[in-house]
């Protein structure tokens, strides 16, 4: 089987080719590296550098003939779409659309879209939140990701595009780049290695669903062979404050740094949490790494990185 990966250098993308070449697989990955690095890439797959906007898209398709697409390029930074709504959009739905043309264009048979379950239902007022709940973004990366789900449902309708839409609770891990646009458990790692104070926009109260890379790879593959289509939660149905979190990994890093709260940011929910009821009965999914176990692994390889 021959699968193309969008951001397929980032550290969610990366582990999936990773899984995928070690299946035995043909792997193109596209990535501009704007976040995502070079080191991570597969030896063994096929890279562009290019960017999901770029007319070169088409002729990659043309040429390697992918079947199956994983969509993982996004400007994912919910801070910068508030800041940037028409540059977020550009590459988030317009790029998005690239990609969804090609695929029409050169029979890929289906999509997997990486969506977003934190920023997609908004503050919900059920905690864990199903894939029923009404989506209500708070921000315009929500909104986007979003308007992409309707496109990836008229292209099913219009084209027969088949798809699988997996909205990603936050996840974390090795690779995570904790520069710019990164979750909270990559800067700390950071900021706590290099003996600076971490900043927590709002009281820390704040709560998300965290989910650890390795089970979202699993979600990934378990949707493939099972070929699965349509809009799946991936998450724990578990809600950590930040708090918590720096915490857990000052002890695990063993540092004495201490935090320092800053303003609230626009566009970030005060709760997010998200049922994985669905995807269990319907993928045999749940995730195998519980957060102390993910936080374990995630800070010793911050570590390993920053004395290499």
């Known amino acids: ?5 969008t951001g397929g250098a980032g550290f969610i993308g990366s ?13 193109v990955i596209i990535d501009n590296l704007s976040t995502g ?5 597969n030896a063994k797959a096929i890279f562009y550098n290019a960017d999901i906007q770029s007319p070169q898209i088409s002729e990659i398709f043309k040429k390697e003939k992918p079947e199956i697409v994983f969509h993982y390029a996004a400007q994912i930074d919910v801070r910068k779409s508030v800041e940037s709504p028409v540059e977020s959009a550009k590459t988030n739905i317009l790029g998005s659309l690239n990609i969804l043309e090609n ?3 050169f029979g890929v048979k289906k999509i997997v879209f990486a969506s977003t379950g934190g920023a997609i239902y908004g503050d919900a007022d059920i905690i864990p939140t199903p894939e029923t709940y009404k989506e209500e973004p708070v921000s315009p990366y929500g909104i986007e990701k979003l308007a992409v789900e309707k496109y990836l449902d008229f292209y099913k309708r219009e084209y027969n595009l088949d ?6 609770a936050n996840v974390y891990g090795p690779r995570q780049n904790s520069k710019g646009e990164a979750g909270v458990i990559a800067i700390f790692c950071d900021k706590i290695l290099a003996g600076e104070q971490p900043i927590i926009n709002g009281d ?6 965290f989910v650890f890379v390795e089970d979202v790879v699993k979600a990934n593959i378990l949707g493939i062979e099972k070929n699965i289509s349509g809009t799946f939660n991936v998450g724990t149905a578990k809600e950590t404050d930040i708090d918590a979190i720096f915490q857990k990994l000052q002890k695990l890093l063993g540092s004495k740094s201490e935090k ?14 998200l049922s994985f009821e669905k995807i269990r009965k319907e993928f045999g999914w749940e995730s195998k790494y519980n957060l102390d ?8 390889w911050f570590r390993k990185a920053k004395f290499q």
């Not at 999936?16 to 792997?27: I, K, M, S, Y």
């Open 293 to 300: 176990q993910g936080l374990e692994l995630t800070a010793n």
């Open 15 to 27: 582990r999936l080719a990773d899984e995928l070449v070690e299946r035995g697989n043909e792997v």
């Open 163 to 168: 798809y699988l839409i997996l909205r990603l």
């Open 103 to 105: 695929c029409r264009k």
């Open 204 to 209: 820390g109260k704040q709560t998300r669903d």
């Open 37 to 41: 690095k070079k080191e991570n890439l």
């Open 1 to 5: 089987m021959k699968y193309l990966i």
């Open 260 to 273: 320092k709260y800053g303003p609230e940011k626009k566009g970030e929910q005060k709760r997010s949490c």
